[in-house]
């Protein structure tokens, strides 16, 4: 029997995540994870025949909006959108040097020495370089850790919105993609902004467009 987690769930099982939401340290037998002694009051989960206890302790200064069906619950606080924007200038900056210096050993600059022409094949084939880089470098770090170098240095991650882990290579990888594809090929910084400053007007969970179509946070690590 092996133990190995299955294709496309990560590099590590998921029981083994740190950052997986856990229930309370003192889950017992009056817990949602285990029946009250004496069974199950009438009338409902709760001990006085209420609704049922949230399953993460949602309500503390964690539980993100309190409700029992609230999936921040059990989660740290969503990380402040401007953080996130310079954490991503960060990243851009990282890449973008490695993008430059690449295109020019490859000779895929997009401008002729004179700097006043674009050569449309070169200019494809930084693009491609770009693409590539981003969304590689997304992916193999959101999915190692949660967290770019931008995201390590300021304290947040990215997280499943479902259950609090580290994002899947998949996941990680459909996050990447929407973000840096139209980015490197057509819409270059506007993109971006749209899709990262989606956050900063998204209720409740500051997801930017490409945390909605991964399902996934970004939440502070501080």
Not at 44 to 54: A, D, I, L, R
Not at 77 to 90: G, V
Request: charged content about 15%; glycine content about 14%.
């Amino acid at each position: 029997m092996t133990t190995e987690p299955p294709p496309g769930s990560g590099d590590r099982p998921p029981e083994d995540d740190p950052f997986r939401k856990q229930p309370p340290s003192d889950a017992g037998s009056g817990s949602p994870y285990g029946t009250p002694p004496g069974g199950t009051p009438p009338g409902g989960g709760g001990p006085y025949g209420g609704p049922p206890p949230p399953p993460y302790g949602g309500g503390g200064p964690y539980g993100g909006y309190g409700g029992p069906e609230d999936p921040l619950a059990g989660m740290p606080p969503l990380a402040d959108s401007a953080k996130r924007t310079l954490a991503r200038i960060i990243d851009m900056i990282l890449v973008g040097v490695v993008v430059v210096l690449l295109s020019w050993a490859f000779g895929v600059g997009e401008y002729d020495l004179a700097g006043d022409d674009i050569d449309t094949a070169a200019s494809f084939g930084q693009s491609t370089i770009a693409a590539v880089l981003y969304v590689a470098y997304d992916t193999l770090m959101i999915s190692r850790s949660g967290q770019t170098l931008g995201k390590k240095w300021l304290k947040m991650r990215v997280a499943n919105l479902d259950n609090g882990a580290t994002p899947s290579v998949q996941t990680a990888l459909i996050r990447a993609a929407v973000l840096w594809l139209p980015f490197a090929f057509c819409c270059a910084c506007i993109w971006t902004a749209i899709s990262g400053g989606w956050s900063y007007f998204d209720k409740p969970y500051k997801q930017g467009l490409h945390d909605k179509a991964a399902k996934t946070v970004v939440v502070a690590t501080d």
